[in-house]
């Protein structure tokens, strides 16, 4: 929770004095502009209300890292819909302020719902995973975290990755020695997650230190 708030608060506060022109951008995941993507990551959070309304499964079986396998929910058919959600929810709001409005009031209704739950509570996904609340929370850190750093990107600011996200991050793309890794290889962590996602290209050299390291990132989509 305290990751997801700080990244959300941090967003909000970065979206909310774009001019009008500014929302209209091209960001690195074609074809969203940089109002639908900011769209998508609304879509994203929105699952978790639903999912608490829902019932609980008997127990999770799948973690944080086994959520972003490669199956049905990164096909065409599922890429195409993820792309039409995030339009439809973008076209909704009048403007830019009204949309980080309602991104504030989306994240914040989530984290509220979230923090009167259990430790233990097991959600269901809307791709059927049975996953424990704060292992499905991971994943909605990874999504405004590195949609963040797309969209800082898009609208040429920099980065506003905060610590708590970063380091949570870093764990799960590389373990709990995650952090020293980077450390060693003198990246700091928006550069770390930019080059672990495929946002950002390697040179000869950190691809030569990363299979030294034994490093395998693991896959996002």
Partial sequence: MEAFNAEAEQLSAAMR????????????????????????????IDWLPGMLDGDAPPQATVSAADYYRGDARFSPETNNRRIELARERAAQAPGGKDLVQEFDEVWRTAARLCEKEPDDRVVRTRHGDPMLLTD?????????????????AAI?????????????????????????????????????????????????????????????WLALG
């Fill in 136 to 152: 499905f929370l991971v994943t909605r850190v990874v999504e405004v975290a590195v949609h963040g750093l797309d969209l800082a």
């Fill in 156 to 216: 040429e600011r920099r980065p506003w990755l905060t610590e708590s996200a970063g380091r949570m991050l870093t764990r799960l793309l590389l373990g709990p020695r995650g952090l020293e890794e980077v450390r060693r290889l003198g990246w700091d962590q928006a550069t770390f997650l930019r080059k672990a996602t495929g946002r950002e290209p390697m040179t000869d050299e950190e691809t030569a230190e990363v299979e030294r390291a034994g490093i395998r």
């Fill in 17 to 44: 004095f774009l001019g009008e022109d500014e929302w209209s951008r091209p960001t690195a995941c074609d074809p969203w502009n940089v109002r639908e993507l900011l769209g998508h990551m609304m879509v994203a």
